[in-house]
């Protein structure tokens, strides 16, 4: 299991720094050089840029940032993910590190957080919501202002990480090990199930108490949901599968595909029949990323086969930059369709951002 290196004061902030040297040194190496760049290059960076300035202009004077007032607790911390995603920190001098400390003030309301830790009632975002915020805590610990929020946001991610256990340990039988739509359900599915195990294993990472067997419950569930469809032959036939949304389902489309993938390998597991599955049935078929959960979809994608690495990931990012850099709208953000449209372009656009600076690795749980 990778962990961040600790910190005495902040755990992450020592890592952070040493990543944006890392970055900043990569892309002076590759100023230098003549080869040509294989993926999105700089038309990906100049629309990540556009994203994040679009992002910046529609936030309310009291910090969400969000179209309307749905989802705004939710909406906002999938905007400051893709932030930092794209090399910003709240002790930025800058426009973008002031929206991002404004943004993070909001979500550490008082108003935003139940007593009991969950996330997802006053905005109605439920587990989806709970799981994000809980993530973009657990990804921002240590990168506070000062030791005073970085001590509240500790205080909020670690209610909010002990009301994602008390939940798991509410599924019995096939669902056992997930998650759903509100912490007392007693089904899972796996949509839900990635965010929430994303949150524990950033959290965890960081230095809160999690226990492993909440991660191994969550990684069982979601290799419960592995359905395959042709296993490798050992003499270069590729093993080929799919996630189901549900342990006990049988379709396997693209988005869950892409989910499950990545699910696994941010709790550690980088090797086995179903991460090989389905990073080759997502090398070799793409034909459903455009239908229903294109953003959601792509987001999964582009993070699940950068984590596979080699030509997965020089795959996807080709893929990532062909679909999304068309779509862009002229101020900065990208279009909702389908399925999507309920959730806003506060929602298309931070995902967006986040599939296309996938290389950067600015999220410490998406460290490859």
């Not at 994303?198 to 949901?225: C, F, P």
């Not at 003499?235 to 599968?241: F, N």
């Not at 390998?265 to 080759?280: I, K, T, W």
Request: charged share 25%; with cysteine.
């Amino acid at each position: 299991m990778r962990t961040c290196p600790p910190d005495s004061v902040h755990p992450r902030t020592s890592l952070w720094r040493k990543r944006v040297l890392s970055c900043l040194i990569g892309v002076a190496l590759a100023g230098s050089t003549t080869a040509a760049e294989p993926r999105g290059g700089e038309a990906a960076e100049r629309a990540v840029n556009k994203g994040i300035g679009w992002l910046r202009s529609i936030q309310r004077t009291e910090g969400a940032i969000s179209v309307d007032q749905r989802n705004e607790t939710v909406m906002t911390s999938l905007a400051l993910l893709a932030f930092a995603s794209a090399g910003h920190q709240t002790i930025d001098p800058g426009p973008e590190g002031e929206a991002m400390r404004k943004a993070l003030a909001f979500v550490l309301r008082d108003d935003r957080q139940q007593a009991d830790g969950y996330f997802g009632d006053a905005d109605g975002s439920r587990m989806y919501g709970h799981g994000i915020t809980t993530l973009m805590l657990a990804e921002l610990l240590g990168m506070g202002m000062d030791r005073e929020q970085d001590t509240l946001i500790r205080r909020r991610c670690a209610l909010a990480i002990d009301l994602i256990l008390r939940s798991q340990q509410a599924k019995q039988g096939a669902h056992k090990g997930g998650w759903r739509y509100s912490p007392d359900s007693r089904d899972a599915d796996l949509s839900v199930t990635v965010w929430q195990l994303a949150a524990l294993r950033s959290a965890r990472n960081a230095g809160l108490e999690v226990s492993k067997k909440a991660i191994d419950d969550g990684i069982e569930y979601v290799r419960r949901s592995y359905r395959p469809e042709r296993p490798g032959d050992g003499g270069g036939g590729m093993a080929i599968g799919g996630f189901s949304y549900q342990a006990d389902g049988n379709e396997t489309p693209f988005s869950t595909t892409a989910q499950g993938l990545l699910a696994l390998q941010v709790c550690g597991q980088y090797e086995g029949p179903e991460v090989e599955g389905a990073a080759n049935r997502l090398l070799t078929n793409t034909r459903d990323q455009t239908e229903k959960w294109f953003y959601y979809a792509t987001y999964y994608y582009s993070k699940g086969m950068y984590q596979r690495g080699g030509r997965h990931a020089d795959a996807a990012e080709r893929r990532v930059a062909e679909v999304l850099l068309p779509r862009q709208r002229p101020d900065g953000s990208w279009p909702v369709e389908g399925e999507e449209q309920k959730a806003g372009p506060v929602y298309s656009t931070s995902l967006a951002i986040l599939s296309l600076a996938v290389r950067h690795h600015y999220l410490p749980i998406y460290e490859r």
